[in-house]
């Protein structure tokens, strides 16, 4: 496993992250999901993310019983604020924010996280608001550092630019082969002002591993086939991507690469990606995946994905 600094933090973070969306404490059973994080760290992952929201606090319960025990110098925690707990809780108010920040830290059973990010932005709350609110966070030393995740760039840019706030570090945007908004704004402006990204999704919610056969049924221990997980595939379902994505295997046998080791290391090819977040229910997955850390692509393999992904981006 290689390891990259995120942003202007001091935070070394794993090339490979280890996600909990849609799967621990809710979708994966609670042993499945233990061996999972167990071969995370077996392999080198330091990195995990979660949110309060993913299970409304079920994948954080689960988070901080399993790695309740471990030295918290060894990995690098970081959650989420602001879609409904309740219907009364939500949103990036000053309030809130130190109410879920104090709600996660009891679920992770922690002091601190390393890494505090803002689910979305929130057009209710003025900015100065939230952003002084995070400052006090990190203060008060309940988190180390702040980020952000789907910002834009003139929201990350009004941020920055607010005199007196905690600086943002990382920013947590959706990011594949397939999903490569990011490079037209919010990339170039994390390279200006040194910001890491934390990429999500980078394999297409499972599509990326070549696993869905054009106009065939999911398998039964896929995602897809999962009510729970495979509820927001979207277009990644549609056959004319299901059908490019199939081009994409005799690129990644070339390689000598899985898929999803393929699309992994095409994410990582930019250094401006700290780490590309990987969701599992198996820890054979995350072994596989691990091993995306370190590899280079050609240039004449970058120009046959695109070009194989050309009629569906």
């Given at each position: 496993?290689?390891?990259?600094?995120?942003?202007?933090?001091?935070?070394?973070?794993?090339?490979?992250?280890?996600?909990?969306?849609?799967?621990?404490g809710?979708?994966?059973?609670?042993?499945?999901a233990r061996?999972?994080?167990?071969?995370?760290?077996?392999v080198?992952?330091?990195?995990?993310?979660?949110?309060?929201?993913?299970?409304?606090?079920?994948?954080?319960?689960?988070?901080?019983?399993?790695?309740?025990?471990m030295?918290?110098?060894?990995?690098?925690?970081?959650?989420?604020?602001?879609?409904?707990?309740?219907?009364?809780?939500?949103?990036?108010?000053?309030?809130?924010?130190?109410?879920?920040?104090e709600?996660?830290?009891?679920?992770?059973?922690?002091?601190?996280?390393?890494?505090?990010?803002?689910?979305?932005?929130?057009?209710?709350?003025?900015?100065?608001?939230?952003m002084?609110?995070?400052?006090?966070?990190?203060?008060?030393?309940?988190?180390?550092?702040?980020?952000?995740?789907?910002?834009?760039?003139?929201?990350?840019?009004?941020?920055?630019?607010?005199?007196?706030?905690?600086?943002?570090?990382?920013s947590?945007?959706?990011?594949?082969?397939?999903?490569?908004?990011?490079?037209?704004?919010?990339?170039?402006?994390?390279e200006?002002?040194?910001?890491?990204?934390?990429?999500?999704?980078?394999?297409?919610?499972?599509?990326?591993?070549?696993?869905?056969?054009?106009?065939?049924?999911?398998?039964?221990?896929?995602?897809?086939?999962?009510?729970?997980?495979?509820?927001?595939?979207?277009?990644?379902?549609?056959?004319?991507?299901l059908?490019?994505?199939?081009h994409?295997?005799?690129i990644?046998?070339?390689?000598?690469?899985?898929?999803?080791?393929?699309?992994?290391?095409?994410?990582?090819?930019?250094?401006?990606?700290?780490?590309?977040?990987?969701?599992?229910?198996?820890?054979?997955?995350?072994?596989?995946?691990?091993?995306?850390?370190?590899?280079?692509?050609?240039?004449?393999?970058?120009?046959?994905?695109d070009?194989?992904?050309a009629?569906?981006?």
């Amino acid at each position: 496993m290689e390891y990259r600094q995120l942003g202007r933090s001091d935070l070394n973070v794993s090339e490979i992250s280890l996600g909990s969306w849609l799967t621990y404490g809710v979708g994966v059973e609670t042993e499945a999901a233990r061996s999972c994080v167990e071969k995370a760290f077996d392999v080198g992952i330091n990195f995990i993310d979660t949110a309060n929201v993913y299970g409304r606090g079920a994948a954080e319960e689960f988070l901080g019983e399993t790695l309740d025990g471990m030295e918290r110098s060894s990995y690098v925690l970081a959650t989420k604020v602001y879609f409904p707990m309740s219907r009364k809780d939500r949103g990036l108010s000053a309030a809130q924010i130190h109410k879920q920040i104090e709600a996660s830290l009891r679920r992770l059973r922690t002091d601190y996280v390393d890494l505090y990010q803002c689910h979305r932005y929130d057009r209710d709350t003025p900015l100065e608001e939230t952003m002084q609110a995070l400052t006090d966070v990190v203060r008060e030393g309940k988190a180390r550092y702040v980020g952000i995740s789907e910002w834009n760039a003139p929201q990350i840019q009004g941020a920055l630019d607010l005199p007196g706030a905690v600086r943002i570090v990382s920013s947590q945007p959706q990011y594949s082969m397939l999903w490569r908004r990011p490079e037209q704004k919010v990339f170039p402006l994390c390279e200006e002002e040194g910001i890491g990204n934390i990429v999500w999704s980078p394999l297409a919610q499972g599509v990326l591993t070549g696993k869905y056969a054009p106009g065939e049924p999911p398998p039964e221990d896929s995602r897809a086939a999962s009510r729970s997980m495979g509820q927001d595939m979207g277009r990644w379902r549609d056959v004319d991507v299901l059908d490019a994505v199939q081009h994409l295997k005799p690129i990644a046998d070339e390689a000598g690469l899985t898929m999803a080791q393929l699309a992994l290391a095409w994410v990582l090819r930019l250094p401006v990606v700290s780490s590309a977040i990987i969701g599992a229910t198996r820890p054979e997955q995350v072994e596989a995946n691990a091993a995306a850390s370190g590899v280079k692509l050609s240039d004449d393999v970058l120009k046959a994905i695109d070009e194989t992904l050309a009629s569906v981006l």
